[in-house]
């Protein structure tokens, strides 16, 4: 058994590149009109966004009249038509929390109104819808992310310090899993017409933690979904990715598994292990696992509110000039292209195993 010990976090040291979100301090509150009337959204964004202070609710836009004012009266903003919501001078983003297939749509409507925008994962349902919605952005200079809150976890910048220290030497695999129990019959992720299916709503996840420790050009090599012989929906998969360098990459995905949320990294000299990698509640103190040939260790990290600080780092980006700012806003949107365009080849390498649901 190899010995273990702790490492305190403050030995870790982030390297050179975009500074992660400061929290916002000092940054005006950036006005937010709400798109979509989501149970993610009441539940965690919007809380989240009348909490946090560097943003501003002032209105909210659904399909139903009726559960848009539930949201305004709840959060105290206004209660808006959808067309209206782009209008209004006094709002200076949108955060879109609508069925995905609406995404890249909404998205294009809100930045040609001259709003930046927030929007839910995915960005869109294509590779091709997303590069144009990206390019709009950049075009009007409005910033535009998507609202992939693990991406603000500090948790990763300490994984690439290690990478970036050699703790791990040369690497050579990838390893990441966002799996979740069904979920009930009604929910729009079981329709396919809405932009439903495991590989948009789970699958993006782990695809994106690999473009964001392996950097850019991962090709898909092989991929297999399983999928309801109903309408084809994709219920869970697997894919293998291969980076220009030759790391090797697989991630599984799904809604019919026991919870699981991680990814590891295995090089030359050590493996590293990241639990709680995506959707770590914001008390929950992250623990990374080192584990080399005569030893372990356990890095405890201090609790982070990512949704917080996805928040309070957009606003920071709208204060900071819009699309072209930073070089974090462009990577974020070149990861974001990227990730769909893996979406694209895994829908379009899988071997499609039919089964009843």
């Known amino acids: 058994m190899p010995a273990q010990r702790t490492t305190p976090p403050q030995q ?3 390297p050179a590149g975009p500074a992660p979100d400061s929290g916002g301090a000092g940054v005006q509150p950036v006005r937010f009109g709400a798109l979509g009337t989501s149970s993610f959204g009441w539940r965690r964004v919007l809380p ?3 909490l946090c202070s560097q943003t501003e609710l002032i209105a909210v836009a659904g399909r139903s009249p009726e559960r848009s004012q539930r ?3 709840r959060f105290g903003c206004a209660s808006s038509a959808t067309e209206a919501l782009l ?9 879109i ?5 609406l995404h890249g749509e909404w998205a294009a409507r809100a930045l040609h109104a001259g709003k930046h925008v927030l929007v839910e994962k995915p960005i869109a349902t294509t590779a091709a819808e997303a590069r144009a919605v990206v390019a709009l952005a950049e075009d009007r200079d409005l910033v535009l992310r998507e609202n992939f809150m693990f991406l603000h976890h500090p948790q990763h910048d300490a994984v690439a310090a290690m990478i970036a220290q050699g703790r791990l030497g040369g690497l050579r695999a990838f390893r990441g899993a966002f799996c979740f129990p069904p979920l009930p019959e009604q929910d729009i992720r079981y329709v396919p017409e809405l932009g439903g299916g495991a590989l948009l709503d789970a699958g ?3 695809l994106r933690a690999a473009t964001m420790l392996l950097g850019p050009g991962l090709r898909v090599a092989g991929a297999t979904t399983r999928v309801r012989r109903s309408d084809g929906l994709d219920l869970s998969g697997q894919a293998l990715l291969v980076s220009p360098s030759g790391v090797l990459a697989s991630v599984e995905f799904g809604f019919e598994h026991a919870y699981g949320s991680s990814y590891s990294l295995w090089g030359e000299r050590a493996k590293l292990v990241v639990d709680r990698a995506f959707t770590p509640p914001a008390g929950h103190q992250p623990v990374l696992e080192l584990e080399e040939q005569d030893h372990a260790e356990k890095f405890t990290l201090p609790a982070a509110d990512q949704l917080n600080r996805s928040l309070a780092g957009f606003s920071e980006a709208v204060a900071a000039g819009g699309a072209a700012a930073s070089p974090l806003e462009a990577r974020w949107r070149q990861d974001a292209v990227a990730t769909m365009e893996l979406v694209d080849a895994v829908r379009a390498q899988a071997v499609r195993v039919t089964v009843e649901g």
């Open 204 to 206: 993006v996840y782990p």
């Open 12 to 14: 870790l040291s982030a």
């Open 97 to 101: 929390s609508l069925p995905p297939s």
């Open 48 to 50: 989240a966004m009348a």
């Open 87 to 95: 209008e209004r001078e006094d709002i200076d983003a949108v955060y």
């Open 71 to 73: 949201f305004a009266d």
